[in-house]
């Protein structure tokens, strides 16, 4: 199981899915996602790695989204990355899972927690140079 999420630190909020493949199927899903979270009249960018599913050219993209590459090996500038170990260290690491639906059940508790939480939202994912 993976967890494919995204977060808006201006506003505290967030759109995320758990999904059994990391593809360009399930990367369609996810930006899907994110464009229905997007304020009316508003444009979403999203940064992401360089994964072959972020960037392949058989990806459909909503209009209200842009994709924003960041170079390889660059996870400092990706604010998500520390959502992802903000998630491991309180709520996924050092467990035992009984099968994959109770795996299913720990990452979505995990992401509907943080989501509850917009402050913590803004606290990881504010980065000055973005909102100077």
Not at 63 to 76: F, T, Y
Not at 92 to 112: E, G, M, P, Y
Request: aromatic share 8%; net charge negative.
């Amino acid at each position: 199981m993976y967890i494919f999420g995204a977060i808006c630190p201006k506003r505290g909020s967030g759109a995320g899915l758990v999904l059994p493949f990391c593809n360009s199927a399930t990367m369609a899903i996810q930006l899907a996602e994110i464009s229905q979270a997007v304020s009316a009249g508003a444009h979403a960018v999203v940064l992401l790695d360089q994964a072959g599913w972020h960037t392949s050219e058989k990806l459909s993209v909503p209009a209200n989204i842009s994709l924003l590459p960041l170079p390889p090996k660059s996870p400092e500038l990706n604010p998500t990355e520390n959502v992802w170990q903000y998630l491991r260290d309180n709520f996924l690491s050092n467990r035992v899972f009984a099968s994959t639906a109770d795996i299913v059940d720990h990452c979505c508790h995990a992401w509907n927690k943080l989501i509850d939480q917009p402050w913590t939202i803004m606290s990881i994912g504010m980065r000055d140079w973005a909102h100077a």
